[in-house]
């Protein structure tokens, strides 16, 4: 059952059919326009950014992506991390970024996560 500080949310990938949907998230949590690179950039790092919904609503994502090092090692790079404002205060932020640290450990050894401003 949830309490009234947390929601149950579900997480999905990055996909084609959902990119629209993050950007429509990220122009209302954000003062910025993020170009079209960075969600080809993290599309490709798939596994690692996260939509969260509540309801079959959108209502955060983390976005993010892996860099291999020449020592075999990773970054991970955190290019975005919102939640609608009716929705803050649930931890679903929290539970994104451990989600999405979680399958970053699961694909490559990351050693250092990087928070892009």
Known sequence: MESPQELAVSFDLLREKNVEQLKTLNRVVFPIQYQDQIY????ACESITKLAFYNDVLV????????????????????ML?????????????KMLSSSLASSLGRVKVVEVVWIM
């Open 82 to 94: 919102g939640v609608l404002a009716p929705y803050r205060g649930y931890k679903i932020g929290r």
């Open 40 to 43: 080809k950039d993290c599309m």
């Open 60 to 79: 955060g994502a983390i976005a993010a992506r892996c860099e291999k090092q020449p020592d075999g090692k990773a970054k991970m790079y955190i290019a």
